[in-house]
Structure formats: C-alpha cells, structure tokens
C-alpha cells in the first residue's frame, strides 16, 4: 500500500506546484485499532516557492485528495504554524503518529515547540468534549452499539486521564493510553477493538459499568483555559528560517 501512498503524494506535489516535506498516517491505524476495511487517512505538510509567501498567487494552505482508500489531507507550513500557535488537537496527534510515509528534521523540531508550548488543559478539555459528543450522539437508546464509538469515546476520555496524570500529552497507541484507566474498562475497549477489527460497522452489548463510568468521566465542569502559546517567538524565527532554506 505504501507505493500507492507515495502515488498520491507525488500526484499532490505536481498538481498543487509543492513539495511536500513530512507525512503520516492518523486516525485508527495510527492508534492501533483499524478495521480490514478501514481507510488510510495521510496527512501532510507541505511547502511552496518563496516567491508564493510573497506575491498576490498564493499556493494552497490545504489540500486534499482522495481515492476508494486513501484520504490526503496536507496543511500548508505557515498554516501548520498557524494552528500550532493554537494548541490546534490534530497537530498534536499528526507529530504524534508513530506510522511515517516521508519523515523529516522539521516534524520533530515542529513537535518539541508544540509540547512546550501548548496548553495542556485546553488539549485535556477538548479530548473530553470530543467523548462527550461520540457518546451522546451515538451511544444512546439500544442494547448494543457501534465499537467504533465506543473506542472514540473511550480513548478520549483516556486521552484526557494521562494528561492529567501525566502533565503530558499522551502517546497515540492506544495500548500505551488506555493503561491509566480501570482493568474493567481496559477489558471493555480490548474487546471492542477485537470487533472491530474484521469491520467498521461491529457492535457490542451495552455495559452498564461502561456506560456509569464514562457518564461520571463526562461530569465536570471546565475553568477557563489559557491557551497562550509559550514558544511563539521561537518557532515564527524557526518559520522564516526555514520557508527561506527550502523555498529558495
């Protein structure tokens, strides 16, 4: 699959005039619980000619391309810098991604200034309403449900534990995540990557405890967060420096 991967980059690269500099895979595969029928979602950043950064014909802050399997999504330097400055959630996990199509020296650097300068609660809190909208949106009336939003809300909500224990983000396997949450429930999302493991569409008998304990995770009131970026000055040098050395 990787040689029909790297087709699809090289196609994005030559349709958009950009060289894409890193990219990964995210979503289930990168998590560790895909389906045999489960999609490849690529994700990327990508960079232009410097004359682009400067005239009034900018290339594409985002592009996307897809086929009956693959699904490309890459960002644009500036605009990654952009949502870095944000605590944005999907960079976070995109430098997480522990499955490299190209890697590169700029995601790594990329990661060290978005794990000393992000905000730690905001990421912990929107973790905990992605959970709360999986589970009230799809896991309500009925004696079983999808394992596919069982396993979304579930890591949320472990995601959100290992920050706060941890002071942290956590890592993108989900056997490394879910270590913080009670045997029952670890049992519980073992199971259900099980299921889902030979299609998207398995589902699972409702668990009573489950249901009680992510109910209780999901009960709490949030602070207004900070969400100031603390190496801002840092990484917009290392943006100039680096949009001039490669887009030259």
Not at 109 to 130: A, N, P, V, W
Request: proline share 4%.
């Amino acid at each position: 699959m990787k040689k029909e991967i790297m087709k699809l980059i090289r196609e994005a690269e030559k349709k958009n005039k950009v060289k894409i500099i890193w990219a990964i895979e995210s979503g289930s595969r990168a998590w560790g619980f895909a389906s045999e029928d489960s999609d490849y979602d690529i994700r990327c950043m990508h960079i232009g000619k410097l004359d682009d950064y400067l005239g009034l014909y900018p290339h594409p802050q985002q592009i996307n391309l897809t086929t009956d399997v693959l699904d490309l999504e890459s960002w644009d330097i500036k605009k990654f810098a952009e949502l870095t400055l944000k605590s944005n959630p999907q960079i976070a996990e995109w430098l997480r991604s522990p499955i490299a199509y190209i890697d590169s020296p700029i995601k790594k650097q990329f990661k060290k200034y978005f794990d000393e300068g992000c905000s730690l609660e905001f990421l912990r809190q929107h973790y905990i309403r992605m959970a709360k909208q999986n589970y009230y949106k799809y896991l309500g009336i009925g004696i079983s449900h999808s394992c596919k939003k069982y396993l979304y809300t579930l890591r949320g909500l472990a995601c959100a534990i290992y920050i706060e224990k941890e002071k942290r983000l956590p890592p993108l396997p989900y056997k490394e995540v879910i270590a913080c949450l009670p045997d029952y429930v670890r049992g519980f999302f073992e199971r259900c990557v099980i299921q889902k493991n030979t299609t998207e569409k398995a589902e699972i008998l409702v668990d009573e405890r489950i249901s009680h304990f992510i109910e209780k995770s999901l009960n709490q009131n949030f602070d207004k967060v900070d969400t100031r970026f603390k190496k801002t000055e840092e990484l917009n040098i290392y943006l100039i420096k680096t949009i001039k050395h490669i887009s030259h």
